[in-house]
């Protein structure tokens, strides 16, 4: 398994997950983010080497540190550059509750304000989507959702890395017929979708400008699956906060307790203590 070259964090085969630089080095995200740069458009990477990026880093911490920007963060600007260039097609439903503001080829659509989000099917939210996978001719070429080891975002601007590192061992057919990414959503009654990434049903040469536009369309949406689970799995990761509060609540009530007379300061004290966990 590769490692960061500035940070050693592990870096798995099949993640969308680093940068490649001059010299063939990789870092992750997070080093590139230090260094100031958004690793998903940042394109000076393959002119840069290691050296270079540890004094960008060590420059930028000396100077002022600069909020590390979120995924999300990321995602909107991202997608923000891109916006003037996309129309939101036809199929998006909008309403009162899904505004899409985020559309990517008339094929998947994000109300980031919202967290929703809409391939073909319904409209879902962001923690409907349990995992994604891309297909090429029916097999699987990456994957990721909750709980996967794959970490996503995007590597633009090296496109077929991810078809490279995930294929690295199998030898590639010239040709591509199908592109393909299966969602797996929490929906009983429809639990898969695809998002057609060939919907022409032409067969093309690896090689070919037509291939390499689909997979750099393809990749971008597997980015913003990816994101989507994160984000939603970082809400999920919230009720920190509301153990908190029932302590606060709890405490509350046995203070109305004590002042009423019904229990002593000394149980009242036992008690608090116990829900503060001192
Ligand atoms: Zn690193």
């Given at each position: 398994m590769p490692s960061c070259a500035i940070c050693g964090k592990n870096l798995p085969m099949l993640g969308i997950n680093k940068v490649r630089l001059k010299g063939g080095d990789v870092v992750c995200f997070d080093c590139v983010k230090k260094a100031g740069h958004n690793p998903m458009t940042w394109t000076k990477n393959l002119s840069t080497t290691v050296d270079m990026l540890q004094a960008e880093i060590a420059g930028i911490n000396k100077a002022e540190p600069e909020k590390q920007k979120s995924d999300i963060d990321i995602m909107k600007e991202t997608f923000d550059k891109r916006r003037s260039s996309l129309g939101l097609g036809a199929k998006a439903r909008v309403s009162d509750t899904f505004r899409p503001d985020k559309s990517f080829y008339k094929r998947f659509?994000?109300?980031?304000?919202?967290?929703?989000?809409?391939?073909?099917?319904?409209?879902?939210?962001?923690?409907?989507?349990?995992?994604?996978?891309?297909?090429?001719?029916?097999?699987?070429?990456?994957?990721?959702?909750?709980?996967?080891?794959?970490?996503?975002?995007?590597?633009?601007?090296?496109?077929?890395?991810?078809?490279?590192?995930?294929?690295?061992?199998?030898?590639?057919?010239?040709?591509?017929?199908?592109?393909?990414?299966?969602?797996?959503?929490?929906?009983?009654?429809?639990?898969?979708?695809?998002?057609?990434?060939?919907?022409?049903?032409?067969?093309?040469?690896?090689?070919?400008?037509?291939?390499?536009?689909?997979?750099?369309?393809?990749?971008?949406?597997?980015?913003?699956?990816?994101?989507?689970?994160?984000?939603?799995?970082?809400?999920?990761?919230?009720?920190?906060?509301?153990?908190t509060t029932d302590a606060a609540d709890e405490i509350l009530k046995y203070k109305k307790l004590l002042d009423a007379g019904a229990i002593t300061q000394e149980e009242y004290q036992a008690k608090k203590k116990q829900l503060l966990n001192l």
């Open positions: 659509y994000i109300d980031t304000i919202h967290k929703k989000w809409q391939a073909l099917g319904p409209v879902h939210n962001y923690s409907d989507l349990v995992s994604y996978e891309y297909q090429e001719d029916g097999g699987t070429v990456v994957s990721g959702g909750v709980g996967s080891a794959v970490i996503g975002g995007a590597l633009f601007g090296s496109i077929g890395a991810v078809v490279g590192a995930a294929t690295g061992k199998k030898k590639l057919s010239d040709y591509v017929n199908s592109m393909k990414i299966r969602l797996t959503v929490k929906d009983m009654n429809n639990p898969t979708e695809y998002i057609d990434m060939n919907p022409v049903r032409i067969r093309m040469k690896r090689s070919s400008g037509q291939y390499r536009k689909n997979l750099e369309e393809t990749q971008e949406i597997l980015s913003c699956l990816e994101l989507i689970i994160r984000e939603s799995q970082k809400s999920q990761r919230a009720p920190e906060n509301s153990k």
